[in-house]
């Protein structure tokens, strides 16, 4: 088992990782233990807690309906009325197991609950074990737009397992494979695009690949907790991806938000040629590599003014100028170049680029 540390929170990655949170009820006397769960997946994840860590077994369980369409602060408003009720206080911890909206929504309301009170990320998703469930951030949808509200603030520890991706969907593991190939690109100048096939029939590569990207997002964020300057690298994919994700739930159309990445980084590769030199021939490898693996994103043209409205209004954006994350090449990344509105439409006119 591997052990990282990001400032004062522990992840521990690797096999049996999830029965250290077993000890948690037992850790403090004073304090009280509570665990929130994914409900739609609750029977695929509970069986595995409770073989796991029988103390946990004696715990209040509360659940969320942790879908995309249901990431809002009205989705909250029961479980805080439950926590009141029930006499949540601050000496109380809250184990949040699930994917990545639940660690999201899951982390928000206990940040901003009685003025913040402590939790603890226990990831069932490969998205969610190498993004949402790592570097403190926690964030609820406004309506269509991505992540708007939320919080910086990091949980005690993060507990990676991967017991829980035996029973993965296909569809779930590609929306994780977009985020640890978004990290190779960003961080790693020498990964070879033709070497990313083998993350598909590797797990020891796949492991690798996870516990590469959590050590630099890591990295990364203890230099820039809050986002004010390096840590923007992160976001690369999620101008056009979020763009994406906020016109499919206003169609009711299903993506995952791996998917949705994984078309944004093709996208912003295809601006980085355009304004930073990125290399041509590696473009349309990597952009070829999307497609065979999620396919496209289907959009009208008439749509593309809705596309570029959502990235103005994006959390990212400032007075209204828009900054997605360019590359020149791999392991370098600008995230200061503001885009005129022109190459946006004309990178969107253009995709899927064949």
Not at 134 to 158: C, M, Q, W, Y
Not at 257 to 284: P, Q
Not at 303 to 319: G, N
Not at 334 to 348: D, G, H, M
Request: charged share 25%; glycine share 6%; with cysteine.
């Amino acid at each position: 088992m591997e052990c990282v540390h990001d400032q004062n929170c522990s992840i521990h990655i690797g096999e049996g990782a999830v029965s250290l949170a077993d000890d948690i009820p037992l850790r403090q006397e004073d304090r009280n233990c509570i665990i929130l769960c994914e409900e739609n997946a609750a029977d695929l994840i509970l069986p595995i807690l409770g073989d796991r860590c029988p103390n946990l077994r004696k715990q209040p369980l509360y659940y969320l309906n942790a879908r995309e369409q249901d990431k809002q602060v009205s989705s909250l408003i029961p479980l805080w009325k439950a926590w009141e009720t029930d006499g949540i206080d601050r000496r109380t911890l809250v184990i949040n197991i699930g994917g990545g909206v639940l660690c999201d929504m899951g982390g928000f309301a206990a940040s901003v609950f009685k003025r913040g009170i402590p939790f603890v990320n226990i990831p069932t998703t490969l998205l969610s074990m190498a993004d949402a469930s790592v570097g403190g951030k926690t964030a609820v949808n406004l309506d269509e737009t991505k992540n708007v509200i939320g919080t910086f603030s990091r949980p005690e520890a993060v507990l990676i397992d991967p017991v829980f991706l035996e029973t993965l969907p296909e569809k779930e593991f590609l929306s994780g494979m977009a985020e640890l190939i978004k990290m190779q690109w960003i961080a790693n100048p020498d990964f070879s695009i033709d070497r990313t096939e083998e993350c598909f029939s590797s797990r020891a590569m796949l492991s690798d690949l996870l516990l590469s990207a959590i050590e630099q997002k890591a990295r990364i964020t203890a230099m820039d907790f809050k986002e004010g300057n390096i840590r923007k690298i992160l976001n690369f994919g999620h101008t056009f991806g979020h763009a994406f994700e906020a016109l499919a739930l206003k169609r009711k159309q299903k993506i995952t938000h791996g998917e949705a990445i994984a078309h944004g980084m093709t996208c912003e590769l295809y601006l980085s040629w355009l304004m930073t030199g990125f290399d041509r021939g590696k473009f349309e490898t990597c952009s070829a590599w999307i497609r065979k693996h999620y396919g496209i994103f289907q959009f009208s043209r008439h749509e593309i003014p809705d596309l570029i409205a959502y990235m103005k209004t994006d959390k990212k954006s400032i007075e209204g100028k828009v900054y997605p994350i360019l590359l020149p090449a791999f392991g370098q990344c600008r995230f200061t170049q503001a885009v005129p509105e022109s190459l946006l439409e004309k990178t969107l006119s253009a995709y899927p680029f064949f």
